[in-house]
């Protein structure tokens, strides 16, 4: 029988609360091993060891979490007797972890996030259905469930009988159980970055345009972080007193942060041509929490406004 290591972060999956009730819960209280236990049919799909890496709200994750779970993957990846590895995982901010998983990791088998909307304790949890799905598909691969847009890359999120690529997936209902789509991100060869000696990515600041948006946020984003990505309104736009404000982030007297221009909205992209403050980074198709991780990963590396580009316009729609 094959072997998938289920590795265990906390979120809703987790979660526990008054009996049958689906809100008003905490995230991360159950082991895993106990949910794991408890899923009906799973013994017969693989031989499934639980490891729980963290208990969390995953809108708690912190990037040493992440680099926590890329050596653990990396690890069970060489090991010939694992066949796939899950990862349950809270759905707030599980699309930020697929995509820094997929710009990571560089394994042959198959690593899949799953999680769920509703707490182990509700009338009906939705956590055993998805935790099922996503084991058949650490063991069957992608063709094994029919539905989703996943093309089979090895970084895959499992989620209301959708099987969608780790990178294109985003949460998009607060609320629903089908809460995930696979975003239609183009990608041709994907940026890979190695983290070796890495204790923590960098900070980034992600600011959100509404109208008449404080400007000062910029400059209070700037002093504290080493990025900032801007959520701009329709195709990466933005007031005139924040244009004033990037300038000066992006090349002022003061300290400078390469900024990433996203949008708001949540189809289509922001590409060079448009950008209103030269010198700011053009985020394409990724949205605002993605290409904070992109930018993250990027300033490991670089500063430079330019280098970073070339990074982002693998995302083309
Ligand atoms: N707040 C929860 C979490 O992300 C939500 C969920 O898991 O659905 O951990």
Known sequence: MKKVVVLATGGTIAGAGEPGKNVGYKSGAIEAADLVAAVPGLAQVAQVSVEQVCNINSDDVTSAIWLRLLSRIKELAVKPDVDGVVIMHGTDTMEETACFLALTLDVQKPVVLTGAMRPATAAEPDGPTNLLLAVKV??????????????????????????????????????????????PV???????????????????????????????QVAFAAGRSEG???????????????????KKCVSGPGKRVPVVVSTRISNGEVVPEQLLVPGTVAAYALPPAKAAVLLRLALTQTQNPGSIQKFFKKFVV
Not at 140 to 164: I, W
Not at 196 to 215: R, S, T
Not at 231 to 240: D, K
């Open 138 to 183: 650490a063991v069957g691969g992608v063709a094994a469930v029919a539905g989703g847009t996943a093309s089979g890359g090895r970084v895959l999120l499992a989620f209301a009988g959708k099987v969608m690529d780790g990178l294109s997936a985003q949460k998009i209902h607060a609320n629903a159980l089908d809460a995930f789509v696979g975003m």
């Open 228 to 246: 900032i990505v801007v959520a701009g309104a329709g195709a990466g736009e933005f007031s005139e007193a924040w244009i004033a404000e990037i």
């Open 186 to 216: 183009g990608v041709g060869a994907l940026p890979h970055f190695e983290l070796d000696g890495v204790a923590e990515l960098p900070k980034v600041a992600v600011l959100y345009f509404n109208a008449e948006a404080d400007p000062a």
